[in-house]
């Protein structure tokens, strides 16, 4: 079946710092990947998407490539700031029938 | 922007308790979705919905049931609430289509069962 592994947390760094998150997933077929971003008290927001190989979702800084061959979806950022501090999801596309996801990922920045 | 929106953000009830959680979008989207969140476990999906009237099971739907009378709004019903269902509950909806739609997600309900 379908499955999410993402490294544990919390993750913490100080702010300018390079960020990776680790994604890696197993589905059949060729799913979307996202990463989803959940503030402290919110939902959750779309952060990213790729929906075939080689595609490079990109926002705020943040990018990620959908890797098939490695069958990864790193998360990636050049320089965090305090405001990235929240918990990071990566998930893949099942269609209509919802998304799998990952356990999270707790980002702490430090000023 | 797409608004989902939740009936409350806290609520606290009895062991035993029928409990309804209420969603609303306001996009049009046809599909629609319940999820609850748990520290180490992530989101699971708990039932969704592609149209009026229909419901899917998802991965844990024991427990639970739903209701989709208009395109608009999905309910999440906990039949007999008991402890092991506290948690974070997140709602989302998207359009139809394929594996590339986009969830938005509600700020969801924090239920704790006494």
């Known amino acids: 079946g379908n499955s999410v592994t993402q490294m544990e947390g919390p993750v913490t760094l100080s702010e300018e710092a390079f960020l990776t998150i680790n994604c890696t997933y197993t589905?059949?077929?060729?799913?979307?990947l996202f990463w989803y971003v959940q503030y402290p008290g919110e939902g959750l927001q779309l952060l990213l998407k790729a929906t075939k190989a080689d595609d490079k979702g990109s926002n705020k800084g943040f990018e990620a490539t959908y890797r098939k061959e490695t069958t990864s979806f790193h998360l990636e950022k050049g320089s965090v700031q305090v405001s990235d501090s929240a918990v990071y999801f990566c998930?893949?596309?099942?269609?209509?029938?919802?998304?799998?996801f990952g356990k999270g990922t707790h980002l702490i920045i430090q000023p | 922007d797409v608004k989902v929106t939740q009936s409350s953000r806290y609520l606290v009830k009895r062991t035993g308790e029928k409990v309804f959680l209420e969603c609303v979008q306001d996009?049009?989207?046809?599909?629609m979705f319940w999820y609850r969140q748990d520290p180490g476990l992530g989101l699971r999906l708990i039932y969704f919905?592609?149209?009026?009237?229909?419901?899917e099971k998802g991965d844990i739907p024991e427990g639970y049931s739903v209701s989709r009378e208009k395109k608009e709004r999905f309910s999440l019903i906990l039949e007999s609430a008991s402890t092991n269902q506290t948690s974070m509950y997140l709602c989302?909806?998207?359009?139809?289509?394929?594996?590339?739609?986009?969830?938005?997600f509600g700020p969801g309900t924090r239920l704790t069962v006494l």
């Open positions: 998930a893949l596309g099942r269609g209509a029938d919802g998304l799998t």
């Open positions: 996009m049009d989207h046809e599909n």
């Open positions: 989302a909806s998207s359009v139809a289509g394929g594996i590339t739609d986009t969830q938005y």
């Open positions: 589905a059949t077929g060729y799913p979307s």
């Open positions: 919905s592609y149209d009026v009237k229909m419901k």
